[in-house]
C-alpha cells in the first residue's frame, strides 16, 4: 500500500499542486474507445476508475460527458462512474470533488450520473464490480502500485468483452526545460535536472532511501512490466498501444499492435504530453507532495521540509527565486488496449 494510503497525507494539497490530465487526452482515450459509435438507447455506460485519488480524471471527465449527451451526441440512459482506491482518505476526498462537480453541471443532469465508490485495491474489484460490467477502466498514476499480474487478471474480468476499453497511464520526474527570465539558462536548467536526480534519488542522506518500493522504481521505469503484459498478451488484449516519453532524452517511443491493421484511429504521441509552468514556490508545494516526502516530512521539523531543503540546494546552484516561474515537462506512459 503507497503513502497516500496513510490518514495524514494531505489530500487536498495533492488535488492542488499535482498536475492534472487534459480534457483533450481524455477525448483521445474515448476516441480510441468509440464512445460515441458505441452509445445507445438505454445503455448504462460504465466508466471506471482504478486508484483514483481525490477524483482528478472524473473531475474533468463528468462536465464534457454531460455535455456530449446534451448535444445528443451521447446516446444513453444514465452514466456509471465506478470510483475506487484503497485511500478512505483520498476517496473523501473525491467525494467532495465530485459533488462538487456535479452541482455545477445543472440540475438537468442531476439523474443522468449514478456514483459508486468503493474502497478496495484494483486488483480485488471483479466481485465489487461484476464480471463484463464496465466499459472503460482508467487508472492514471496508481498502476506502480499494483500488482501488475492479479490488477490485468480482474481487469479482464471486469471490461466488457470486444468494446471494453482500458487506459492507464503515469507520469514521473519532473524534467525542468525552462525558466521564464530574460537570458541564455541552459546551465542552469542542465544543473537543476542534475540537482533533482541527485536530491531525490542519487545523494546519501536525501530522499532515495524514502520512496516505497517496488512502486517507484516501477515507475521511475515507467511501468515496464504492466506495459508488456498487455502488449505480449495477444490473447487477451487487442489493438494496443503504449507510448513513452522521455523529455531528459529527448526520447519517445511508441509501441502499437495497430500498425497495418483497418482501424480508424490515430495514434498521438504526444497525446500525453504533459508539462506545466510552476511559480518555485508551486513547485516545492507539489515536491512536498511526493510519498517520499510525506514520509521524509513526518521526520524532519518544518525548517528541513523536503520543500525547504530542495529550495537551498536548487537555489544554491541555479540561483532561481521562489517567484521565478520555472517549466518542467515530465517522463510519462500511457497504454490503451481493447479486451479481446
Ligand atoms: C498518485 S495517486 C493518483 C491519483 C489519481 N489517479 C491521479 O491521477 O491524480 C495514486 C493513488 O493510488 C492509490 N493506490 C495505491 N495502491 C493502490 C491499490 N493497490 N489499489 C488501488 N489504489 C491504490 C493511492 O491511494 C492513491 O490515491
Not at 513513452?244 to 480508424?264: A, F, N, T
Not at 515530465?330 to 481493447?338: G, H, P, R, S
Request: proline share 2%; glycine share 6%; aromatic share 12%.
Amino acid at each position: 500500500m503507497s503513502a497516500f494510503a496513510a490518514k495524514s497525507f494531505q489530500s487536498h494539497d495533492y488535488s492542488l499542486y499535482r498536475p492534472s490530465y487534459s480534457l483533450d487526452f481524455f477525448k483521445y482515450i474515448f476516441d480510441f474507445a468509440n464512445l460515441v459509435k458505441n452509445s445507445q438507447d438505454g445503455k448504462i455506460l460504465s466508466i471506471l476508475d482504478v486508484g483514483a485519488g481525490p477524483g482528478t480524471c472524473m473531475v474533468t471527465i463528468i462536465p464534457y460527458l454531460a455535455t456530449l449527451v446534451e448535444e445528443k451526441k451521447l446516446n444513453v440512459q444514465k452514466i456509471r462512474l465506478v470510483v475506487t482506491d484503497v485511500s478512505s482518505n483520498m476517496l473523501s476526498e473525491a467525494k467532495k470533488n465530485l459533488i462538487d462537480v456535479i452541482g455545477k453541471i445543472g440540475a438537468q443532469h442531476a439523474n443522468l450520473f449514478e456514483l459508486l465508490y468503493f474502497e478496495a485495491g484494483g486488483e480485488g474489484l471483479t466481485d465489487l464490480v461484476g464480471e463484463a460490467s464496465i466499459d472503460i477502466v482508467i487508472a492514471a498514476e496508481c498502476v506502480h502500485w499494483l500488482k501488475s499480474k492479479d490488477w490485468l487478471n480482474c481487469m479482464q474480468q471486469i471490461l466488457k468483452p470486444t468494446t471494453g476499453v482500458l487506459a492507464f497511464w503515469g507520469y514521473v520526474d519532473p524534467v525542468f526545460t525552462g525558466v521564464e527570465k530574460p537570458g541564455n539558462h541552459e546551465k542552469e536548467i542542465e544543473t537543476a535536472n542534475d540537482f533533482y536526480e541527485s536530491f531525490v534519488y542519487e545523494a546519501e542522506g536525501k530522499l532515495g532511501v524514502y520512496w516505497q518500493q517496488p512502486g517507484r522504481s516501477k515507475l521511475r521505469g515507467l511501468c515496464k512490466e504492466a506495459n508488456g503484459l498487455v502488449y505480449d498478451d495477444t490473447r487477451c488484449w487487442g489493438d494496443v498501444i503504449t507510448v513513452y516519453r522521455d523529455p531528459l532524452k529527448g526520447d519517445v517511443k511508441v509501441l502499437d499492435r495497430l500498425r497495418g491493421q483497418d482501424v480508424d484511429f490515430e495514434v498521438d504521441d504526444e497525446a500525453f504530453k504533459l508539462t506545466k509552468s510552476f511559480t518555485l514556490d508551486q513547485f516545492l508545494r507539489y515536491a512536498d507532495t511526493w510519498s517520499s516526502s510525506h514520509k521524509w516530512n513526518a521526520e524532519h521539523d518544518e525548517n528541513n521540509k523536503v520543500s525547504s531543503v530542495f529550495y537551498k540546494g536548487l537555489n544554491e546552484t541555479t540561483k532561481w527565486e521562489l517567484e521565478d516561474v520555472i517549466e518542467v515537462e515530465f517522463k510519462t506512459y500511457y497504454t490503451l488496449a481493447k479486451k479481446l
